[in-house]
């Protein structure tokens, strides 16, 4: 099932940010689509559940030097 998710991410200062977050979570199977914001420190999600659980895709986040924050 697709899903979107959106999940605040503390850590992102510029484009280069949004930029290095998006291509770290691009390239886990099962994300389709990935919108990050450092002004609104959002990054946006769509993803196959079965396939990139939420630990994966905040394991990534954090591996790429971000922070998520609840």
Known sequence: MTKELNLSVQ???CSGCETSL???LLTL?????VTASAKDQLVSIQ???ETAPLALLEAAITNAGFTVTK
């Open 22 to 24: 998006t291509q770290a």
């Open 47 to 49: 993803y196959e559940t």
């Open 11 to 13: 850590g992102m200062k």
């Open 29 to 33: 199977a099962g994300i389709s689509q």
